[in-house]
Each structure stands twice: as structure tokens, then as C-alpha cells.
């Protein structure tokens, strides 16, 4: 069994190790390690047998995959940290955006066998997208080996680097544009006199069908938005747009500058 080892213990690899255990990994063979005594003290709390340790990243980074979940701005600080504690058959897996895989390595030594993946929230219960790409020096067996156990997560998929920061915008921080307006409708169906069963059964229909009509029926997308002839916020809409426009515009530059 391969040795895991997380450098910062923050939601994305609360995330990971709950989808983890939901498929039942051991995960007595993973190691935490973060500055944060109490991020440190709630994962042991919620997931038992891992081990972590307080500001320990060298020896997160001695485990056979290590998982850098930390943030970019201070990616180059951990990188140089542990660029002596990796062993030569290790994989390093990114978690983060804006800093690649020619960097990464560069500031491990020439540490070549390098990941990057895009994390998504729905792997928590095991319903993930999680694109990835892979440094050439990772052989064909080993990202077999790497995308078998991340489809636990959900689905991973091979992409192009320059791909990554795109993928960052649309799907890791695609659901915090849909979840508050989930939100706000359950509270609504309930002041309309829907129990909470009846919300789920008919929010989750509607939005898995919506989703399968927009992207999977043969009508264009126009056509799609044309079939629902009273559009309660259909004055709001130019202004949404513009929101989306102005803000991941804003924020996809800066990922990619």
C-alpha cells in the first residue's frame, strides 16, 4: 500500500480523505501535516487513524505520494522546505492552481516526477471532476496506478496543463456560483409549504434535468433558455452575466499571470 502524505491540513484534504474513507482506504498510511495545531486537532477528530503532525512538512514529504495542499503564494516556501526529504520514487501531486509543474520542480532540485491536479468538492462524497496532468517522467503504469486511485474521488481526467487554471475557474469553484441559490430555494419551498423531502426530490430533478437538457438534447442552448415562457428573474440576468464576466475574467487572469 502506498504511503500518503498531505503538507497542509485545510478543506481540500478534509475533502480528500473523507471520500477516502467513504471507500473504505486505510488511512492509518496517511500522514497530515500542517502549522495549524487546531485544522490538525478536527481532522483527527473526524478521520481516526491518520496520523498528523503540527509544522512537520518533511516528513509529510517522505511518503511514497505527497499531496500539496497548500495555497500559491506560499508554495515556493514548502517546496524549498522539503525539497531534500523526497524520495526519488515519490510522486508530488499539486492541488494548487497558477504554479507549474517547471516550477514546482525547479524548486525541488530538479525533482521532476511532478502532478498537478484541479480538486473539485463533490469528491467528498465520492462524485468528483478532477482534471490532472502529468510530468513526462511519470510513466504510463504509474498514472495508471495514480487515476485508478483517484477515481475514488470521482472522475479524473487527463488534461493539458495550460488547461488547469480554466478547469480551476469552471469546476473547483463552479459550485460556490450554485450552492447559496440551492440554499436560498429550500428555504423558499419551505415557506411555500414543501417538507424537506419533497424539496430534495423536486430541486434534484429539476436540476438534473435542466442540466442534461441544456448540455445533452438537440436544441441549441437559445432554444433551451427559450422553453420556460415566465422567467421570474429574467430583468436580473443582464447584470448576473455581467457579474460572470467581470469577476472570472478578473480572477483567470490572475491564475494565469
Known amino acids: 500500500m502506498k504511503t500518503l502524505g498531505f503538507i497542509g491540513g485545510g478543506k481540500v484534504t478534509r475533502?480528500?480523505?473523507e471520500?477516502?474513507?467513504?471507500?473504505?482506504f486505510n488511512?492509518?498510511?496517511v500522514i497530515v501535516s500542517d502549522k495549524d495545531s487546531e485544522s490538525l486537532k478536527k481532522l483527527s477528530n473526524k478521520f481516526n487513524d491518520i496520523k498528523t503532525l503540527q509544522d512537520s512538512n518533511k516528513t509529510?514529504?517522505?511518503q511514497d505520494i505527497i499531496f500539496l495542499a497548500v495555497h500559491p503564494p506560499i508554495m515556493p516556501e514548502v517546496t524549498e522546505e522539503i525539497s531534500t526529504s523526497i524520495d526519488e520514487n515519490a510522486i508530488v501531486i499539486s492541488l494548487a492552481p497558477k504554479i507549474g509543474i517547471k516550477?514546482?520542480?525547479d524548486s525541488l532540485n530538479g525533482f521532476s516526477r511532478v502532478t498537478r491536479m484541479i480538486p473539485n468538492a463533490p469528491s467528498i462524497i465520492n462524485k468528483g471532476y478532477n482534471p490532472i496532468c502529468f510530468?513526462?517522467?511519470?510513466?504510463m503504469d504509474e498514472k495508471q496506478e495514480l487515476l485508478e486511485l483517484f477515481s475514488i474521488f470521482g472522475r479524473t481526467t487527463e488534461v493539458d496543463e495550460d488547461k488547469l487554471e480554466a478547469y480551476a475557474i469552471l469546476t473547483a469553484?463552479?459550485?460556490?456560483?450554485?450552492?447559496?441559490?440551492?440554499k436560498k430555494l429550500m428555504e423558499l419551498g419551505k415557506s411555500f409549504g414543501l417538507d424537506e423531502n419533497e424539496i430534495v426530490e423536486g430541486l434534484s430533478m429539476m436540476l438534473t434535468g435542466a442540466v442534461h437538457t441544456f448540455f445533452n438534447s438537440e436544441l441549441d442552448h437559445d432554444e433551451v433558455i427559450d422553453l420556460i415562457p415566465v422567467k421570474p428573474l429574467a430583468e436580473e440576468e443582464e447584470n448576473i452575466n455581467r457579474i460572470y464576466e467581470q469577476k472570472l475574467s478578473a480572477l483567470f487572469q490572475q491564475l494565469k499571470g
Open 173 to 182: 469553484m463552479g459550485p460556490t456560483y450554485f450552492w447559496f441559490q440551492f
Open 27 to 29: 488511512l492509518s498510511s
Open 15 to 17: 475533502i480528500l480523505l
Open 60 to 62: 509529510a514529504a517522505s
Open 135 to 139: 510530468s513526462k517522467t511519470i510513466s
Open 19 to 24: 471520500s477516502l474513507e467513504n471507500r473504505g
Open 103 to 105: 516550477t514546482i520542480s
